[in-house]
């Protein structure tokens, strides 16, 4: 049994959009709901993490011209990362 569980609100068989003179739906939509789940679910476990006095390593957007120091935390979150895992590689 699950702890908690995240519902996407998805129709059985995922697709959507019924079009005339197909047997199938098509317009699959777990794709941007999943999406959305999971950056909803970081954003909230940010804010968890800052209230308990830990600021969590996030992966930076680039979207910002010019930005220098999106290249230093990407440095800085693919090292986070690389650490998690390192018990792995034992």
Request: negative net charge; aromatic residues 6%.
């Amino acid at each position: 049994m699950a702890d908690i569980v995240l519902d996407n609100q998805c129709p059985p068989g995922d697709c959507i959009v019924e079009i005339e003179g197909l047997d199938w739906r098509t317009g699959p939509i777990s794709t941007v709901t999943g999406g959305m789940l999971m950056n909803m679910l970081r954003v909230s476990v940010a804010e968890k993490l800052l209230q308990l006095g830990h600021t969590p390593v996030l992966l930076p957007s680039h979207q910002f011209i010019g930005n220098t120091s999106a290249e230093e935390q990407l440095d800085k979150f693919y090292e986070a990362y690389r650490k998690s895992l390192a018990h792995l590689f034992l």
